[in-house]
Structures are given as C-alpha cells and as structure tokens.
C-alpha cells in the first residue's frame, strides 16, 4: 500500500484517500479519521524557536482562535476545549504519541473525545526563508457528513481552521501579532468572540 | 468621528462612527489631514466590487497627523506622515524582498482565503477596499487605524505642504514602478495607454528614466492636454488609429516598451461574469481589456510590456502569439509602495516631480458623496479630488 503513489507529493494531497490515510497511519500517526488533511506554511523565524512557541501549549490560544483552552495535564497530556457551532464547545484529551525536540510532534486524542483527532506537526529548515511547519491531521468530521456542513457554514471546520491557525501561527511569530481588520476594541473582542 | 461610508451602489454617506483604537502593538492612530478620491474607489461606487459591507469606510489614499501610537510603533506623536495603500507587515520573506504588496502577513487570516482560491496564494492588504482585501477601514475619515505603522507609514518633514506628498499613498509610486516595470533604455519610445494620475505619473516617470519620447494615450483632451505638459506626444484614439499612429510614429518599429495604465484598477476583483456585465454595460469596460491587446499588438519585437492597470478575473483572446512570437517580457503587479517612498519623497523634495498639477478639485470630507458624483459623471474635467476633513464646506 506505501507505494499506492508513483510521485514525491505529501500524502494530504493523494487523490486515493483511504490508501493515503493507510500509509500515513503506519508510521507516525495514529488513525483517528477519515479525512486527512495536511498544510505546510513557511514561517521566517528559526525552527528552535518556532518548535519551543508551539511545544507550550499554553501558548496555542493566541493563534488558534477556535480553542477555548487547553489544560496542560502533563508532559505528555492535555485537556482541549475547542468552539463549536451553534455556541457549543467540543472536548478532548490528547496524548503526545511521539515527539522529537525541535523536529516534531505526534498526538492522538484519547477515548471519549467528542471529535476524534490525530496528527503531526512538523519544523523542517528551509535556509534564509526560516521554517517549514507542515500540519498533517486526520480527523472524523463531527457528525458525520451533515455535521461537517454545518460546521463549514459557521467556519468552525477543523480543514478550514487548520489553514487559519497556521496562518495566525505564521502572523504571530514573524509580526509579533495576529493581523486584524477591527477599527475599535469592542469590534475586536466580538471577532474573538 | 465622521466617515465616508458605502452603503450600496451611488450611495455613499458621510456618517458618524465610532473612533478607531490601537489593537495590536504596532498600530497608530492617524488624524488624517488629506485623502484623494481614486479612480478604483468608483468601482466600489459602481457597486461592481465583491465582498462589500454596508457601513464599511473608503479611501486609500490618504495622509494625516499621528495622534497615538502602539507600543510597538516607531511613529511619535504630532509626525506628519503618508501611508502607503497596501498593508504590509515587513517581517515576512517577501517584505525582506521588498515585495510589499506580496505580503504574507497583512491580511487577517480569515481574509486569506478568498484570494488564495482566485490566484493560488494572498496578496498583501489594502485599505478600504472590500473584505476581500482585509475588511480594514479606510482613510476617508477624520481618523483611520494604521497596523505595522513601524513598516509603511513615512514621516513627512515639516513645512510640506500636504498636496506635494499626498500622492505618495498610491499614484505615485504606482506610475513610477509601471515606468520600472517598462525596463527603460536611454533613447526608448514608450507608449503608455491611459491617462489617469497614474498614466500621467508613468509619463513623468518614464522621461526621468531616460526615455527620449513618450506617447500617451487616451480619449479625454483635458488629460491628453496634462501628458502634452511633460512632453509626451499625443494620440486621441477617437481621432486617430492606434496601432497606425504608433507604428509611423517611430518609424515602423512599434514602441520600445508600453504601458497599459487604463486605470480601472476595480477590475482586478472582478469574477469573469461580472467583467462581462461590465463590458456590456460601459465603455471603457470593454475598451480596457482592448488596450492591453492594442499594447502587445504595437510593441515592437522584444520589447516590453508594463501592466499597471489590475486584472483579476480572466481576459479574453489574450494575444499569446504575438506575444510569444515576437518574444515580449510582461513584468506587472501591485505596487510595492514602501520600497519605493524614500526615493519619490526626495524625488519631490527636490522638484524633479509634480504632483500637484493633477487635483482639481479640493473638497470638505462632508462633501466627499458630492466629489464621488463630480468624480465619476465627469472625467475629463475631473482628474482628482482631494478630500481635507478640515475645510470649511463649499
């Protein structure tokens, strides 16, 4: 099945999906969905400091703007409480599966989650451009079919936020703040809402 | 404060709003001194642009006095400063290039996506001038929000009189890099179709790079009269022949280099149905997409081509094979406008360019729904309006 492509493209691009998603659950990450889905952002700050940013979790609220909180646990647990649509939140605990400093991340939610997930988080060099992070999810779509259109009218897909976060992620770090159109304050903090 | 703000097509209403606020650390707050109307605004006037909301605050051209600034601004209070029409955070790796209108930073992430389903990646953002380009309140206000005010805004010194550097906010910059873009040689012939401020600034521009002539093109005689003014040659093309007159004039050669500055700028956002509305529905819809095909069609073999003007969508029966053929090299874009605001300050400082000589009109801000209607019904006459939030009502 690892040779079910004949090129070089990440696995998150290959048009046979369930052979894709084999693959890529045979080595680093566990299988906690049917749709994958991968996004590299190129980020010009060093990939030590990048790596450090990501690897606290505290720190994860200031970019990815649909998580409520995350309760670090452990080293290797945390506690996630994301948005949902209709003003509803989506819990889940999370294990580091795998991880090398500096270099990635692994994590699989546990039983009981309300959105079964699983990735990977890479930082690769990429010479005088910075960093290369490439995202790799697998997710269920909450609810099925149904509930992915739901959540895809109100924004709150985990695709469309996967590419937002890492957006957020590229602002903060190389900026030092996340990109906002808001005129006042008031408008800020109902965007944030 | 009071602002300029869209409501719909043809209406557009000065209406009092809430103050704008730092947000982010590196924001200022400007007291905006003077603004212009440009010609893409009447696109958004038109009623042609997506992704506009009712309420939401025009103008990207404007100048003012910096009243706050964040923690992480380098502006002081009082400076007197032009800001740049594109939002660019200077940080990313095209910034570093000077690709500033390449930004990956300046558009808020949700904002991204629109534009990165029309051209494969984000531009930078841009002030009022729709959601699709950041949603960021414009400066036809009494006060405007500027982020990474550190990168783009630069400080004027004092005693300039506003309307000398105004200009630097778009017009300017945009009319020198097409000039750039045309890769002039001393002795070039440069043909620049269009004479809006940004015709008129490549015109300038061009001769200041070493063009021995420039023609300019257009069908308005009071804008052909103000390209005449700096040297250029002339051709009406409701009296005369395009491609014809080009190709006596410079003795059967075709000219060196062109530039296609028809400046309806607003059709960059257009979506392919709404370009076919629009070419049925006006003039210079369908005579645009002509002067960029008349331009290719006239430029000499190996020559080049320069493309100010915005398109967005997809243009039809695009002449590759001349193109090809005749080996043409196209270079075009948004205009970087910090990389080029240091060198066009002094450029004005020291008068080798005008700028003035374009406004004809001057307006309070409470009359900008007036300048709007002036702007669009008359353009011969009518080549730029310049708001000050200060002036007395006419």
Redesign the interface.
């Known amino acids: 099945m690892s040779d079910v492509n004949t090129d070089d493209a990440p696995l998150s691009a290959s048009k046979h999906t369930a052979a894709a998603i084999y693959t890529a659950t045979e080595s680093l990450i566990e299988k906690r969905g049917d749709t994958m889905v991968g996004r590299a952002v ?1 980020i ?1 700050r060093p990939r030590a400091e990048l790596f450090a940013y990501f690897r606290d979790f505290t720190n994860l609220a200031h970019f990815m ?1 649909n998580v409520e909180r995350i309760e670090v646990i452990d080293a290797k647990r945390s506690h996630w409480v994301v948005k949902a649509p209709g003003g509803r939140t989506v819990e889940w605990d999370a294990l580091i599966t795998d991880e090398v400093g500096g270099e990635y991340l692994a994590w699989a939610s546990q039983p009981g989650a309300d959105i079964a997930n699983s990735g990977r988080i890479d930082f690769r060099d990429a010479g005088a ?2 960093t290369v992070v490439t995202a790799t999810l697998l997710y269920d779509p909450p609810y099925g079919v149904v509930g992915k259109l739901i959540a895809k009218l109100f ?1 709150r897909e985990p695709a ?1 936020q996967a ?3 890492l ?2 992620f ?2 903060l770090m ?13 408008q ?1 903090e109902e965007e944030m809402a | 404060m009071r602002a300029l703000t869209w409501h719909g097509r043809h209406d557009v209403r000065v209406d009092t709003v809430d103050d704008p606020e730092i947000i982010n650390p590196r924001d200022a707050i400007i007291k905006i001194t003077a603004t212009a109307i440009c010609g893409s605004d009447l696109h958004l006037y038109d009623g042609y642009i997506p992704t506009m909301q009712a309420g939401d605050i025009l103008g990207h051209e404007f100048m003012g006095e910096v009243v706050e600034a964040g923690s992480g601004s380098t502006l002081k209070k009082g400076q007197k400063v032009v800001v740049p029409f594109t939002i660019a955070c200077g940080s990313c790796y095209h910034c570093g290039k000077h690709q500033y209108s390449a930004c990956d930073n300046g558009l808020p992430a949700d904002n991204q996506d629109i534009a990165q389903t029309l051209y494969g990646q984000p531009m930078s953002g841009l002030f009022g001038y729709s959601h699709m380009t950041g949603g960021y309140a414009g400066g036809q206000a009494e006060y405007v929000r500027v982020p990474f005010s550190d990168v783009g805004p630069i400080v004027i010194p004092d005693g300039i009189d506003d309307e000398k550097v105004l200009f630097l906010s778009d017009i300017l910059p945009t009319g020198w890099m097409a000039a750039e873009n045309a890769d002039i040689e001393p002795g070039d012939t440069v043909a620049v179709w269009g004479c809006g401020p940004v015709g008129l600034f490549a015109v300038q521009s061009a001769f200041l790079m070493g063009a021995e002539r420039v023609i300019a093109i257009d069908h308005f005689p009071h804008r052909l009269d103000l390209a005449r003014k700096f040297g250029a040659e002339t051709i009406n093309f409701e009296d005369s022949a395009v491609y014809e007159a080009l190709m006596e004039m410079t003795g059967g050669i075709g000219p060196d280099a062109v530039i296609d500055s028809v400046g309806l700028e607003a059709h960059g956002f257009f979506v392919d149905n709404v370009i076919d509305q629009i070419k049925k529905s006006t003039f210079l819809g369908t005579d645009r997409t002509h002067s960029i095909r008349q331009a290719i069609f006239a430029c000499r073999k190996g020559g080049r081509v320069s493309m100010p003007a915005v398109y967005g969508g997809f243009v039809d029966k695009f002449p590759l094979g001349a193109f090809m053929e005749k080996g043409l090299t196209l270079k075009t874009g948004q205009t970087h406008v910090q990389h080029y605001l240091p060198g066009l300050l002094a450029a004005i400082l020291e008068e080798k360019i005008d700028t003035t000589f374009l406004i004809s009109h001057r307006l309070a801000l409470e009359d900008a729904p007036k300048g709007y209607k002036m702007f669009h019904d008359n353009q011969n006459e009518v080549t730029k309006v310049v708001l000050k939030p200060g002036l007395a009502l006419a």
């Open positions: 190129t010009n703007e451009r910075g924004q469309i590419r937002r976060d957006r957020r590229k602002q190389e900026t030092g703040e996340v990109a906002t159109a808001a005129r006042t304050r008031k800020f």
